[in-house]
């Protein structure tokens, strides 16, 4: 046999095993009774109980963080697809004065540490008595996922022909309506694909969901996953149930899109 | 000319244009980023206690500074994040490298392989922090059960209590998640090679290894060397892992910046010292970040159609 056949072949049924793992064993753990979850752990599991999943909703009204965390990522996603897209069609396709060095400051932007801007949000949501509040936490949000949206949206507004927009302009159409009903109908794919990446860095978000909410009533799924604490001992099959709750969004959105969002997360940064 | 008046009007209406359309967006990133930041130098410079309302704001020049340069969590935090970035971002782009060639390279299963590794990737890190801090945990936890079994430990180990111990899930868990991440970045640079190079290589009987290192290595370097700085910005900001996983100790043994910063913060509450290390994390960052812009912004800004 080819050396180079199945060396890639054993090199990736290890990366995939080595992935899937973490995530089977939390699978079959929230799913065995707390009693035995850390007695003689065995890759098959010999007992399994809803037991978790039911304390998650029954106990913890767990719904809760789900909400909260469904309005907050989901305003901040509309708002960033709507004001970004705008800005993003300006810098892909329009001529005018410091583009570059406003993309350059953008980028630079998105590249910055959430903890260097934490302390003056949380004294301005204090003054403005937003904490614990959800525009207390979409306003935060917008420092990492407007830059996110505007620089992803470029590389999908820069793909799209500019012929076609030439010819409804030559056609009498204006700028704004060749943006209307030409750009807007063709980069609808890419418009989706940024919402979702949007929203996945939105629902993931935790340092500022963890340092502008106070009680359960506004945590997001993260922030309440990690402040799990039961009676005597930490809860671990009712964390890895709500674990894998917090999972399943994203993945099912990553995967449907995994096409789509893999062009979109490489475009920028490898061909510009 | 005739038509060269009309052309510059329209040029000139199209940069209106333009600059309504950015204002929003911008408007938006200096109210809710600019704006903060610049607050938060000011902040550094006063002292500012939430416990103690009654001592006011006092400008204290760069005393908050000189207490942190003079604490020394401060710079073990400091030692503590390069020295997670440089061996998560080490692996990461070794391993990500070697999965990207395989990846290339295989015929079938890329599909699936793809759906595979976006997963970690997709996941919230805190959860990512929280699987791992599960498998490690206590004496039953199965790392412990599968290397007692194989023979590798002769009884279970306290991953968590011991200051070298407890790095090793938090590595382990970094390198799981952003691998991936760092593999698809890498194998969008190899895609892009042209497999001309290739035959041509083969023509003047170049061997693999003389292939990868004179045509793949040379031509995928840009791609690299954005995951690394991509991977290093994240990695000096890490948080949130680190939190789920030991919350900085045992004592403060893994402690990040991110997290000494916001200790400091929320737990003593000092805002004035507490953002004078957010100013400190932040040149750091920045500075990396410039080393970025200048190495690919004309590949990221420039107007390519």
């Known amino acids: 046999m080819n050396p180079r056949r199945w060396v890639p072949a054993i090199v990736l049924t290890l990366l995939v095993a080595a992935t899937a793992f973490p995530l089977y064993w939390a699978v079959v753990s929230s799913f065995t009774p707390e009693s035995r979850l850390f007695q003689s752990p065995s890759p098959i599991p010999e007992q399994l109980v809803l037991d978790h999943y039911r304390a998650l909703f029954v106990e913890r009204n767990f719904w809760v963080p789900i909400r909260n965390s469904l309005i907050v990522a989901g305003t901040t996603t509309l708002f960033c697809v709507a004001i970004g897209g705008l800005a993003a069609y300006a810098l892909a396709r329009l001529d005018f004065r410091g583009k570059t060095l406003l993309l350059g400051g953008i980028l630079a932007v998105g590249m910055f540490p959430q903890i260097s801007v934490v302390s003056p949000l949380y004294l301005l949501l204090r003054e403005l008595r937003l904490i614990n509040t959800y525009p207390g936490l979409v306003l935060p949000y917008l420092t990492f996922a407007m830059p996110l949206t505007i620089w992803l949206l470029v590389g999908f507004f820069r793909q799209l022909p500019a012929e076609l927009e030439e010819a409804a302009m030559v056609d009498g159409a204006s700028r704004l309506r060749a ?76 995967l449907a899109f995994q096409r789509r969002i893999v062009q979109g997360l490489t475009a920028g940064a490898v061909k510009g | 000319m005739p038509t060269a008046e009309p052309v510059r009007g329209r040029e000139r209406q199209e940069a209106r244009l333009a600059r309504w359309l950015v204002l929003p967006a911008v408007g938006t990133i200096v109210l809710v980023a600019l704006f903060p930041l610049t607050w938060t130098v000011w902040e550094s410079l006063h002292l500012h206690d939430l416990r103690m309302p009654w001592l006011g704001r006092p400008f204290v020049g760069a005393d908050n500074y000189i207490e942190a340069l003079g604490n020394p969590r401060f710079w073990s935090a400091l030692g503590h994040t390069v020295f997670f970035a440089s061996v998560s971002v080490g692996l990461e782009l070794a391993l990500g490298l070697g999965f990207a060639l395989a990846m290339n390279r295989a015929f079938r299963g890329r599909g699936p392989v793809r759906a595979a590794i976006l997963i970690p990737w997709a996941i919230p890190t805190i959860v990512a922090g929280l699987l791992w801090r599960f498998m490690f945990d206590g004496q039953g936890g199965i790392v412990n059960a599968v290397l007692v079994a194989a023979g590798l430990l002769d009884q279970p180990r306290v991953w968590f209590i011991h200051p070298q111990s407890a790095w090793v899930p938090v590595i382990l868990a970094d390198v799981w998640k952003t691998t991936p991440f760092v593999a698809l970045l890498i194998l969008a640079g190899l895609q892009n090679i042209d497999a001309s190079l290739y035959e041509a290589a083969r023509i003047d009987g170049a061997s693999a290894w003389r292939q990868f290192r004179h045509v793949t290595l040379p031509l995928v370097k840009p791609a690299i060397l954005v995951a690394l ?77």
């Open chain 1, 179 to 254: 943006f209307r009903e030409i750009i807007v109908p063709l980069a609808l794919p890419g418009l989706a694909t940024t919402g979702i990446l949007t929203f996945v860095y939105s629902w993931n978000e935790f340092l500022f969901a963890l340092s502008f909410t106070l009680g359960p009533e506004r945590q997001t799924v993260p922030v309440a996953i990690a402040l799990f604490r039961g009676q005597y001992q930490v809860p671990w099959g009712q964390i890895l149930a709500a674990a894998l709750i917090a999972t399943a969004p994203v993945t099912v959105l990553v």
């Open chain 2, 229 to 305: 700085i991509f991977r290093t910005l994240d990695a000096f900001r890490v948080f949130d892992l680190i939190y789920a996983l030991t919350g900085g100790g045992p004592g403060t043994a893994t402690e990040p910046i991110a997290l000494y910063t916001f200790n400091t913060l929320f737990q003593t509450l000092r805002f004035g010292y507490g953002s004078a290390l957010s100013v400190i994390v932040f040149a750091i960052t920045f500075t990396l970040a410039l080393v970025y812009i200048r190495l690919l912004g004309a590949d990221l800004t420039g107007a390519r159609r």
